[in-house]
């Protein structure tokens, strides 16, 4: 090959480099910046509302649908470096609270809770702490908002990630505007916060409390608890207490006599897991399965005699790919809801 | 001073990749036809300056006439090269601008490592680089690239794309190509040099297996101990122990080959015990 078509090759290959350089510095996206689509976090009003969380290039956002009426409103847009979590109606519909977090919780742990008046689009800050507020939950009187918060933000082995720790159980008067530890557990982990229509106790999951031994400890299971805020230390186990497969999540049928809970349904195929739904019957004490999807479902919530449930058609992948579904209470009629997740109003 | 002769074969000759011996044999074999060459044309009537001149004129530009011989030496070296050369620059490129529109992570500082080393083999491919046309050069260069593919090969993993089988497949092939040429650059023995003996071909035969069970020893617990750490880790430099082990054996084992052959032998079975003490560990612990 002649010299001179040699130096032009290579000339073009530093003048492609040197381009393709300069147009990553342009498209280059922070982390903040790489969240999009769909998340798990949605609710239902009464009246068949659905608000859920939204991510466009890292900005959360609750947008608000109603099935029988056509378009979707963004109620709610932040910055680009905070989470917006559980989403939450007020009985009549009016207005959403939520939890916001800051993404990097190593750089700054900070947890704020809003509420936003859909109506007048007013967005209120109802208080905040340094610390993880993972989930909400109105009081049945919605005369005080309680809510898990972590006590730690760190990593118990250094093969973990650093993840909240050391949960308790709070409440937020509104009246008084003051606060209330109910609990101090310092549990390792937390979920599903469930009020109880009295207002006398909650309903959370939680791992058993562990053996003494290393290796008893690993046969703990994680439960549904019902904790009395009289007297939070008599914690009792109110789904079936010689379940083998551990509940991630819960709701409460309105009846107070049935629990739909989420739980693996696959434990031992080796496979990638799969989350089902599952009902039980605290009188009867009898489990049925809802759903069959072979997929992951989460997050239930009963709202007109039905269960909305989340479907992660990519679990276990690196991102999501949540889809909102609807059955009825006895798992038949499984429909998935389109959400229109583009062109939204303000 | 040298002579017209002496410069002009000279340059032919370095642009071989051959021991001293043989350029030494090289050299004078070309300056006899040289010679030769200037003697018949002074016999056509020319005087001395015009028929040296014309004498290597006759016989061709040194860096193609040096580039030929290199060739006849090591046949499909320069084939391989350039396959290896064009094939990685395609990957790079197309790795690079998949993470960047479908992840957003623009890995420049990747991209240009990987340019400039593609972009050196093509050079080298078309012997426009003697000095890099050396095994001790070539050798470095297919490393630092095979080290570059192992790093694209992680950004092919986190991608979630249609294409991802596609690039990881030619991820691959260009590892195994970069690996065969180090093969090949470093034991291969043309019919016309018995640079290496038997011996210490066997040597670096079982060396370059030992060679990637140690460094995918490492490899492997880097990325473990990035995973499980979340980051570097001082532990994690206990890890580069075998292949420090690896290297020195083999330096030693190659010192040792000429004059000290039980020894040779005997690091080489050290070699080979360590090596079958990290796969005893791994997949039985």
Known sequence: ?346 | MKSKFEAYVEKIVSQTDCTNDEKDDLFEELMVHLELSREELMSQGMSENEAELKAMELFGIEEDIGGQIQQSIYPFRKELILTLSIGCILYTISLYLLSLFHDGNAYIGWLLVSMVVSTTFFLIALNQIPLLNRRRWLNTLFIIHIFTSLFGYSIVSALEHPAQLAIAIANWVIILLSLVLVYQTTIYESKSQKVLGKESKRLHQLNFILGMVTIGFFLFFIGAGLMLFGGFHPSMILTSLPLCVWICLYYGQMKFIQKHKRMAYFLAFVSIVINLSILLVVFYR
């Open chain 1, 1 to 346: 090959m002649k010299k001179k078509n040699i130096i032009w090759i290579v000339g073009f290959l530093v003048f492609v480099t040197i381009i393709l350089s300069v147009v990553g510095m342009f498209f280059n996206k922070s982390e903040d910046e790489k969240l999009n689509g769909l998340t798990g976090f949605y609710d239902v009003s009464d009246e068949g509302t659905i608000a859920y969380v939204y991510y466009s290039d890292g900005k959360p956002e609750i947008r608000v649908y109603h099935p029988e009426q056509s378009g979707v409103e963004k109620a709610v847009e932040l910055e680009n470096d905070k989470y917006i979590l559980d989403p939450t109606f007020s009985a009549d519909g009016s207005t959403i609270t939520y939890i916001s977090t800051n993404k990097d919780l190593e750089e700054t742990l900070k947890s704020t809770v809003y509420q936003v008046n859909l109506e007048t689009k007013d967005n209120q800050e109802l208080f905040s702490f340094a610390s993880a507020i993972t989930e909400i939950e109105f009081s049945d009187n919605e005369e005080s908002l309680f809510y898990l918060m972590a006590g730690v933000f760190q990593n118990y082995s250094p093969i973990a990630s650093k993840r909240p720790h050391d949960f308790d159980v709070h409440e937020y008067r509104f009246g008084d505007d003051k606060h209330l530890q109910h609990t101090e557990m310092k549990e390792y982990s937390m979920h599903s916060l469930q009020i109880a229509p009295d207002n006398k106790s909650v309903f959370v999951t939680m791992d058993e409390v562990a053996d003494t031994t290393p290796e008893e400890s690993f046969e703990v299971h994680q439960r549904i608890f019902e904790i009395p805020l009289e007297e939070p230390s008599k914690r009792m186990v109110v789904s079936d207490p010689n379940r083998e497969v551990d509940i991630f999540d819960f709701t409460m049928v309105p009846n107070n006599k049935e629990i739909v809970f989420q739980s693996i349904g696959n434990v031992d195929s080796g496979d990638t897991f799969q989350y089902e739904l599952y009902k039980y019957n605290l009188e009867t004490k009898q489990e049925e399965q809802l759903t069959n999807l072979k997929e992951y479902t989460a997050n239930p919530v009963i709202r007109r005699n039905q269960i909305y449930f989340m479907v992660d058609k990519q679990f276990a992948k690196r991102d999501s790919a949540y889809h909102l579904y609807v059955m009825n209470m006895d798992g038949t009629d499984v429909k998935e809801i389109q959400l229109p997740n583009n062109e939204t109003s303000e």
